[in-house]
């Protein structure tokens, strides 16, 4: 029927030049011909005919500069590639037959695609063996690169089941044969801005290009199977529509909690790893295998070769950095807020634009509006002053109100806890605050930021930083350390309020218990100064169980594996501190990393060494006045638990007012031996030992005394 139509087509156009134009022409070549399953004796020769039919095709397509001598050219499905790659796309369209068996992975270039290779692979093998001797390129194939390339239609059959194939084709130019058959697609989606730079870097390495320029064609959607939002929204609606058949990751999410994702990843491919596995370890060692520093170090990696196209492609090109954020070393802050920009506008137009029935368009909204969220990681620079006149704080708080509504919840003693998708836990409540941070709080270079895990010696850092900064305590003596340096998630961005931070003094003290990936992408752009202190994580666990038995009976037992299982306000821990372990790390001149042991042990040194670091050191003179010596002294928690404003004030926290005496508690180091058990604390250590290695955390003071002890 189809066939009798062509036919038709082509006595009726011949002659006009309508079989010319690329829609016309890619339709009516693509279409399914006779060749599809070549009877002839030369099966090369029928491949051949069948490639140079749609080259033919491809090289009347639009094409656009890329700073190359080889221009990409614009498919008619909207998106861009070489000549070569755009006919292999179109090949796979028209000869790949799907089968229900199949996995399809999909990413945009450069959104993590190697490392999702070797941990896909891995899950259906339950082991890293075979990522000794072959790269992840090797294992999961690309359909456009590395099977249908250099005029071949290849035979798959052959492939063991089920069938793992990559690929980097936009949705709406997949063969149709993936959404009918029910083949599992698995789409890897990464931070727009983290993705050009690595896309950038990947290019460079083959030929030289001006970032700028590379920055504009990457935001006009002239890249490599771009544009990026296009691409990702396309699986989006699809994940959408049909959340069992195809699995949505962000890099981000992986990052953050590679365990939980492999283990999500498993479950969606029917491989979950069993109790029995989980036990012995099989999840873990698969995590630890496939780490970007662990692949990329594999003499595989390092010296062998791939062939992707017509070339063998060194596989060292395929591994960098893989850190998230890391374009804050690369873009200036006008090109990230350029591709902030076009997130922002993109997400809402697909909205728009989406058709749903009545019903489906209310739970289509959620969807679409958790894009903000999950797609492009609350990332617009955008201040609470941009938004347009008519949205409203409340209007604001209300559409991320109702994304978090769609987060993952888990039932905890202290209540219902959402998960972030940042990978740490709260109530909805805090979550929510969080992300109207991370979107309307714009960093100055003058800010300093404190942070702690909860119930870490906030109450009294907030004391000794204040008065490190004013070189006097007489403010203490009125109001409580939470109302001079106020919580940001607790105290400031509440009850639908965006507030106005410009009145603050200069410098604005701020404080947070936001894991660091969570922070507004200013924070780190702007230079703001940020303070962290870290403490041993039983003395963490101990005060925290204290703290939360003030209002709810809480069995330690219970209390203490959800705090190694990561339950716990803003949990993990470990993930927690490492984040600013690292950022330390990076950089040091703006990331100040104290313990609490080290401010015990000696309060004065860790005092000056703070002022030094926020640029208000004690001069000689102050030194032998006892200035700082009498700061010391003030803010000893015996002292602080003993001012009249903290034994019968209170302080505002969300909607009530919570009373100042609760924040104080006994404070001394190594309390945790007279509430832990040995096998409860060796529990603890174990985790610390094993989330801590290779950080250079366990070198830290803090630790090498925890494990000697």
């Known amino acids: 029927m189809a066939r009798k139509i062509d036919e ?111 941990l896909l692979y891995s899950v259906f093998r339950r082991g890293a063996d075979d990522l000794a001797a072959h790269g992840p390129h090797q294992l999961v194939p690309f359909l456009e690169t590395q099977l249908f390339v250099n005029d071949r239609i290849p035979d798959l059959s052959s ?139 594999l003499e595989v990696n390092r010296s062998g070769t791939t062939d992707i196209a017509d070339r063998a492609v060194p596989n060292n090109v395929f591994f960098r950095r893989g850190v998230v954020g890391d374009w804050r070393n690369h873009l200036t802050p006008e090109m990230a807020k350029r591709i902030d920009d076009i997130s922002h506008s993109k997400i809402w137009l697909a909205f728009a634009s989406t058709i749903f029935t009545r019903e489906r368009r209310i ?21 609470a002053e941009e938004v347009d006149g008519a949205t409203t704080h409340k209007e604001i708080y209300d559409q991320l109100r109702q994304v978090v509504e769609t987060f993952p919840t888990t039932l905890s003693c202290m209540g219902l806890y959402c998960r972030h998708p940042d990978g740490w836990y709260q109530s909805r409540k805090v979550v929510l605050s969080a992300m109207v941070i991370k979107r309307h709080l714009t960093a100055h270079a003058t800010d300093i930021f404190l942070v702690t895990f909860p119930k870490s010696g906030t109450t009294w850092i907030k004391a000794l930083l204040y008065s490190a900064l004013h070189h006097g305590t ?19 961005f509440i009850n639908d309020q965006i507030p106005n931070l410009s009145s603050l003094p200069v410098p604005r003290l701020l404080m947070t218990h936001i894991p660091s990936q969570s922070l507004p992408d200013s924070v780190a752009a702007s230079g703001s100064k940020v303070v962290y202190l870290c403490r041993d994580p039983k003395d963490c666990f101990v005060s925290l169980w204290h ?32 984040g600013y372990w690292k950022w330390h790390i990076e950089r040091p001149s703006q990331m100040l990393f104290l313990t609490y042991e080290e401010l015990a042990a000696d309060t004065l040194g860790q005092l000056r060494r703070l002022a030094e670091f926020v640029g208000q050191p004690f001069t000689v003179e102050e030194q032998e006045a ?14 602080l638990s003993g001012l009249e404003v903290n034994r019968s004030g209170t302080t505002n926290f969300t909607e009530k007012g919570v009373s100042n005496n609760i924040f104080f508690r006994r404070g001394v180091v190594g309390d945790w031996r007279n509430h832990l058990t040995p096998e409860m604390a060796k529990k603890i250590d174990v985790i610390t030992e094993s989330k801590f290695q290779e950080s250079g955390l366990l070198l830290h003071p803090q630790f090498l005394q925890a494990k000697a002890e």
């Not at 109302?483 to 400031?492: A, I, M, Y």
């Open 159 to 297: 492939l063991p089941t089920p069938r793992l194939l990559n690929t980097h084709i936009p949705s709406q130019s997949l063969p149709e044969s993936i959404a009918a058959s029910g083949s599992k697609v698995v789409y890897l989606c990464r931070d727009p801005k983290d993705c050009f730079v690595s896309l950038w870097y990947f290019q460079n390495k083959f030929q030289k290009r001006d970032i700028n320029e590379s920055h504009r064609q990457f935001c006009d959607g002239i890249s490599l199977f771009g544009p990026y939002w296009e691409h990702v929204l396309g699986y989006w609606k699809w994940h959408v529509e049909k959340p069992n058949q195809v699995l949505f990751l962000t890099y981000e999410e992986l990052t953050a909690d590679t365990l939980g994702q492999l283990r999500r990843l498993g479950e969606f491919l029917g491989r979950p790893f069993t109790v029995e596995e989980q036990e012995a370890g099989v999840d873990m060692k698969i995590v630890e295998a496939c780490a970007i520093k662990n692949l990329s170090g």
């Open 8 to 118: 038709i087509n082509e006595s009726k156009f011949k002659g006009s030049g309508l079989l010319l134009h690329p829609h016309v022409l890619c339709e009516f070549l693509m279409a399914p011909s006779p060749l599809s399953a070549p009877e002839v004796a030369d099966e090369a020769t029928a491949h051949k005919k069948i490639y140079d039919q749609l080259r033919q095709v491809a090289e009347t397509f639009p094409t656009a500069s890329n700073g190359t001598v080889i221009p990409y050219r614009r498919h008619p499905d909207g998106w861009y590639m070489i000549t070569e790659g755009l006919v292999s796309a179109m090949v796979v369209k028209n000869h790949l037959t799907a089968l229900p068996t199949d996995v399809f992975l999909v990413t945009f270039p450069k959104a993590g695609t190697t490392w999702l290779k070797a």
């Open 626 to 639: 006892g200035v700082d010596r009498k700061i010391v002294e003030a803010c000893t928690i015996q002292n």
């Open 363 to 383: 739970k289509g909204r959620l969807k679409i509006i958790g894009v903000l969220r999950g797609l492009f990681f609350m990332a617009s620079s955008l201040t």
């Open 547 to 578: 703290f939360w038995n003030r209002f709810v009976q809480w069995d330690i037992n219970v209390a203490l594996q959800e705090f190694c299982d990561g339950v716990t306000l803003f949990g993990s821990y470990w993930e927690h501190v490492l």
């Open 474 to 492: 007489d403010e203490l003596a009125v109001r409580n350390p939470h109302q001079l340096v106020p919580f940001l998630e607790s105290q400031l």
